[in-house]
């Protein structure tokens, strides 16, 4: 997969750099013409398709971990429950989206815009994977993995905010699994997608020290489990308000000593 990371991020951005000379040369043009002018309908299709295709390459650029990104100090909570009612509107009527904050949440360092592409590409498979009516559960934690066992890699070990995604759609099968996080692997028809929504997500989430686990059977529906480390400078403020208490404690008994003797 690092491969592949690698092999992406240096096709999108050379690709891209040649799609902003077709956006900027169709632009230029369109600006010289009138829109009743024959060719204007031609050159803004051109336009169009440059700027999908500038879309994916931001996708394949996301999923090599070479996506700009301003990250922000968030609270998932807040940010969820902000995105839910577009969440719902995106999804339809028909699919129940519940929502379930997490208990004095640990805040997270992210990029906004990167959350917002996590939750709408992981609802949106969860919608695709639904036959008619159904349902999508957000679901958000504090995790502490302090075995090897829990995290596969010793590296990961630590605390960590769990964002996850459930449906109870038709699932998936160990071949889909086996090649999930792979870019333009899709399962849907031709032309319905492009294969690079998880890719993305994998892309997202590697870049932001977090990882992936992700839960599946067939008719059982499907689980992804993102999780995301706590933002440190928090976690250090924790250990200084800490060694305030215990300093106090110890002075507090010092006195006592003190006012005994």
Not at 23 to 49: C, F, N, T
Not at 102 to 116: A, E, F, T, V
Not at 136 to 153: G, L, Q
Not at 210 to 239: D, R
Request: proline share 2%.
């Amino acid at each position: 997969m690092e491969s592949i990371g690698r092999l992406a991020g240096g096709v999108a951005h050379d690709f891209n750099n040649m799609l902003g000379v077709i956006l900027g040369h169709a632009e230029m043009l369109m600006s010289q013409m009138q829109p009743l002018e024959v060719l204007y309908a031609d050159l803004m299709e051109i336009r169009k398709a440059a700027e999908r295709s500038a879309e994916l390459t931001h996708q394949l650029l996301a999923f090599a971990r070479k996506q700009t990104a301003i990250p922000k100090i968030l609270d998932l909570n807040e940010v969820v429950v902000g995105l839910s009612h577009r969440l719902q509107r995106l999804i339809g009527e028909n699919i129940n989206l519940i929502c379930i904050p997490g208990h004095n949440l640990w805040r997270i360092k992210i990029d906004p815009s990167q959350l917002d592409q996590i939750l709408s590409n992981l609802c949106m498979n969860a919608y695709d994977a639904i036959s008619g009516t159904g349902k999508i559960i957000i679901e958000m934690a504090n995790v502490n993995f302090d075995t090897y066992y829990e995290v596969y890699d010793g590296s990961l070990l630590g605390k960590y905010v769990m964002l996850s995604v459930s449906d109870n759609g038709c699932g998936m099968n160990k071949e889909a699994m086996s090649h999930l996080f792979e870019p333009f692997f899709t399962t849907k028809k031709l032309g319905e997608g492009a294969g690079l929504g998880l890719a993305t997500i994998y892309g997202i989430v590697r870049q932001n020290n977090g990882f992936i686990k992700v839960y599946s059977e067939v008719g059982q529906g499907t689980s992804f489990k993102i999780y995301l480390p706590k933002y440190a400078e928090e976690e250090e403020l924790e250990m200084r308000n800490l060694s305030k208490r215990r300093s106090a404690i110890k002075s507090s008994n010092m006195d006592k000593r003190l006012c005994y003797w």
